[in-house]
């Protein structure tokens, strides 16, 4: 988690901006109403 909050901070966005916030969420596997499964990339 911190990992990505340290990748989103290196935006260009957060020098101009007072107010950018960071969302981290989980990736995907599936969809829950579809059951599509993602393919996993490596």
């Given at each position: 988690?911190?990992?990505?909050?340290?990748?989103?901070?290196?935006?260009p966005e957060f020098a101009?901006?007072?107010?950018?916030?960071?969302?981290?969420?989980?990736?995907?596997?599936?969809?829950?109403?579809?059951?599509?499964?993602?393919?996993?990339?490596?």
């Amino acid at each position: 988690m911190d990992e990505a909050v340290d990748l989103a901070k290196g935006n260009p966005e957060f020098a101009y901006t007072q107010t950018a916030k960071i969302e981290v969420r989980p990736i995907k596997m599936k969809e829950e109403t579809t059951s599509f499964v993602y393919p996993q990339g490596k």
